[in-house]
């Protein structure tokens, strides 16, 4: 497991889980702190499969949402797969909004997530 300030990384089965925690507001400097290590992530662990857990993100601003957006990318152009889970009602509404479930795999539970990545 992999302990930031933002998040954390577990594997299972060869599927990397990801527990993002974000308070409210992120400031600039915070923001390229978890867009540095969200990078980093990306590359130390390694893997195709990821599922990122938002059930700790309340809500995210434009500069966060469009970190998600790079990150999927990356990941597809690895030939990866992300799936979503965990999003509050909040966080659901956010994204419906920037047309982005269009864009994600998104399910309600980290299990849901783990299957749809088997």
Known sequence: MIPTQFF???SRDSINEVELKLPVH???EEF???N???SRLLVDPGG??????LSH???MGSSVLGLMVNLRQQIKAAGGR????????????????CCLERLFIIVKTREEA?????
């Open 48 to 53: 195709d499969r990821w599922v990122l857990d």
């Open 114 to 118: 783990r299957r749809e990545l088997r």
């Open 82 to 97: 992300l799936v979503l889970c965990g999003l509050s009602q909040q966080l659901s509404h956010v994204f419906h909004t």
């Open 57 to 59: 993100v309340s809500y």
């Open 26 to 28: 992120v400031d600039t």
């Open 36 to 38: 540095a290590e969200m």
């Open 8 to 10: 954390h990384v577990s």
């Open 32 to 34: 390229n702190q978890l």
